[in-house]
């Protein structure tokens, strides 16, 4: 009894793991696109002009007192946050550069999605007419 309990409950893993997809993921229009890489375009710009302003201002605060005198340099009191504001900008600025590749990534996808009505040509009792189609057309350059 229990193999055959077992056995079902294999199968039914099985079969819910190889079949296809019951909803599939909904698709999205030029608008959708749009606004996808208006949004990430405003987030690439924050990241850039957060990080510039962090960085510059690691570098504008002053060095304090010396605390330690060495062979190869003095360390400062500020030295520590200096580099903290700095290495923290820079990673910044450098986060917003994959925001901007995928903004334009997403704005050449709205540019290639287009949604129209076709005239198409069909047979109409004996004759040919035109009629509109609503449709959708995906442009994909290689």
Known sequence: MKKIILGVMLIMLASSS???QTNPSPT???QDYLKKSKNQKTAAWIFLGGGATTLLTGLVIP???VVHE???GN???NDGIKAGLGLTGILSMAGSIPFFVVSS???KKAASVSISNEKIQSLQKGS???RFV???SLIIRL
């Open 28 to 30: 999205f229009s030029k």
């Open 18 to 20: 190889f079949s296809q």
């Open 75 to 77: 360390d400062y009191k």
């Open 134 to 136: 609503p449709s959708v």
């Open 105 to 107: 990534k997403n704005k």
């Open 63 to 65: 060095k304090g007192e």
């Open 128 to 130: 040919f007419a035109y």
């Open 70 to 72: 060495g062979w190869f």
